[in-house]
Structure formats: structure tokens, C-alpha cells
């Protein structure tokens, strides 16, 4: 493996700790997250968790545009694409997210303060990274989306257990429609804790280089709270619009939901763009996209880690996916087949075969979360 996927640093503090840097390094593919990158990183937080040494860890991503655009969905799709049996994809599918998905369980449940440096395109996998972190930066340039229906997958990376966590229905009509987010929803919604300029980013580390870290947390949020500039954040996207975001997903049923989005004829450029995105996504990812957020309405972060890895493997091990990434990423054509009309006319038993059970609970990869 190359050492050169992420760059990890330690800058000594005054008080004789350090803080440990992180820093995702593939900005030519705006630091999409590769299976090495997963494994590379898992292991040095987990050193550094032991460290006594190491008083912060802050991750970031090379570049200024993106701290991560998403998983390493190419990778996945040449799986499934060159597989001479299904099950040989769903292999490399069931190693990728469940290295993954613990990297992101080990994220939220960190036993010392870890800063994500959340600049740029955050997205899917990256938004994986970012919404666990113990102080999570957004700066003006912050963008964060979920837009797994573009490519027939669905809201993963435990978003079935943090999207449930915003205001009634925001979190479906996230899932569905693929909205992107600026900066001020981040903080609207809980997806962020700050924003601080990225041009004042090597200050706030001097800051803390500088700190007494002997309490890290008080002293860390002391050090950020000095940087923090919420003035400068862009305007509201969401909550300006939450009362009509919330009429458009009342509903019974996915089908409902998706009829009244896509039947809406607000010219508000925002919605439009959702509302198209929704016309041309994968039927069947909304229904997954219902069915996992209620699913795990009361459920905990560890047990929807579990059922996410369950339906991102099946995900792979049916078409949809494939055909996503290809008419994406691949071929670029734009143009997906998907395996249904619209959401209407997928049958409840198909629905019913994505959520099936691979594993019994006592073989589940992710039984030890």
C-alpha cells in the first residue's frame, strides 16, 4: 500500500503532547475514499487512541476543494462489473463497507477530541467521516450532500441513524432528492458545530500548537470558539424552507412522497434542483431510502451500521448500483436504465429481497460494535 494515500503528521504542543494530523491525499479524485485510504486510517486512530502522547487528532483532506467527495464507488463498480459470480463481488463489496463502516463507528465513539477540517465537497463517504467527528469545521466553501439515489445506492455511512436526528421529514427529503447543503444548514441541522474561514486554517492549528491541552476538550473548544465566524456563513437553505420541505414528504408511503415533490411546481431554484434530481434518481433507492429511515427511527448508531452494511452489500449484489456508477462516473452518459419505471412500479417483494438478511446476528461482520 502506498504510504502516500493519507499523510499523517504530529506537531509537538508547548505542553509536551502533540496533536496528530491526518490528511486524506488523493485530491486529483477530490479525496474519494478508497479501501487503502479506510485501512490506512483505521489503523493510525487506532495508535494514536492509545498514544498518551497525542492530546487532538484533526483530519482533513489535500487540496482546497473537497475534504472527501465520497467512497471509492469506481472500485466497487469494477468489482461487480468483472466478477465472474455475484458472490465474488459481494466479497470485495462486504470487505470495502465493513472496513468502512467501522472506520466511521470508531469515528464517533473516539475517546480523545478529533477535529474534521469539513472545507469543500463533503459527500456520502465523506459525510461518513465528518459526522462523527467530535468538533466538526465547515467553512464557507462547505458542501455536503447525500446523493447516493443518483447512482441506485441509498443513504449510508449511518445516515439511516443521523438523519433521523433532524426535524421531522428533513432527513427524507435529503435522502430522496440528493439536496446539497452549504455551510449554515450544516449548522442548522447538526452536521456541523462551527464554521471558521479555511483561509484561517493554519492559525487555528498555531493556536493549538500554542495551547495548554492539559484539559483538551476545554481548551479545544476555548482555541476554535476564538475563530469562529458564523457571520460569514451563506444563507439558509433548509430551514428558510423547512415548513415546505415537511408538507412535501407528509406522507403515508414513499410513492406519496415522491408524487407530491415531483408534482410540485414551485419555481424556487433549490427545490427545482432537488425535484429533478429525484425525477431522474433510481426508483428503488427511495424506497430504500424510506424503509432504512424507518426502520431505524428509534434504533441505535451500532444496529444501523449493521442493517446499512446488510443492504449496501445486497445493493451490490443487484443491478442498480452498477448501472449508476456506470451512467455517472463511468461511461458519463447520464443515461441509467434503471430496473423499474418509477417508484410506483417497484413490487414490494423486491424491496423485500434488498433487505433481506445475509448474515445471522451471531456471523454479522459488525457484531462487536
Known sequence: MSESLVLFNELSTRDGGAIAIATLNAPKSLNALSL????????????????????????????????????????????????????????????????????????????????VWGNGIVMGGGLGLMAGGGQRV?????????????????????????????????????????????????LDLGLADRLIPHARRQEVLDALVDA???????????????????DEAPQAQVMPRLDKIQSLVDAATVTEAVTRILDDDDADEWLAANRQRLAVGCPMSAHLVWRMLARHRHASLAEAFRDELNLSVQCCRHGELAEGVRALLVDKDKNPRWSHV?????????????????????????RDL
Open 342 to 366: 418509477d417508484v410506483a412500479s417497484v413490487p414490494e417483494r423486491d424491496v423485500e429481497d434488498f433487505l433481506s438478511s445475509l448474515w445471522s446476528p451471531q456471523a454479522h461482520p459488525l
Open 212 to 230: 495548554d491541552l492539559g484539559a483538551p476538550e476545554t481548551d479545544l473548544r476555548r482555541v476554535l470558539r476564538d475563530f469562529e465566524a458564523r
Open 36 to 115: 487503502e485510504m479506510i485501512e490506512q486510517l483505521s489503523a493510525r486512530l487506532d495508535a494514536w487512541a492509545e498514544d498518551d502522547r497525542i492530546k487532538v487528532v484533526w483530519l482533513e483532506g489535500a487540496g482546497d476543494k473537497a475534504l472527501c467527495a465520497g467512497g471509492d464507488v469506481v472500485a466497487l463498480y469494477r468489482a461487480m462489473t468483472e466478477a465472474h459470480h455475484v458472490d465474488e463481488a459481494a466479497a470485495f463489496a462486504e470487505t470495502y463497507f465493513t472496513a468502512e463502516y467501522r472506520l466511521d463507528h470508531h469515528i464517533h465513539t473516539y475517546p480523545k477530541p478529533l477535529i
Open 138 to 186: 465547515a467553512t464557507e466553501s462547505t458542501r455536503i450532500a447525500m446523493p447516493e439515489i443518483t447512482i441506485g445506492l441509498y443513504p449510508d455511512i449511518g445516515a439511516s441513524w443521523f438523519l433521523n436526528r433532524m426535524p421531522p421529514g428533513v432527513g427524507a427529503y435529503l435522502g430522496l432528492t440528493g439536496a446539497q447543503l452549504n455551510a449554515r444548514d450544516a
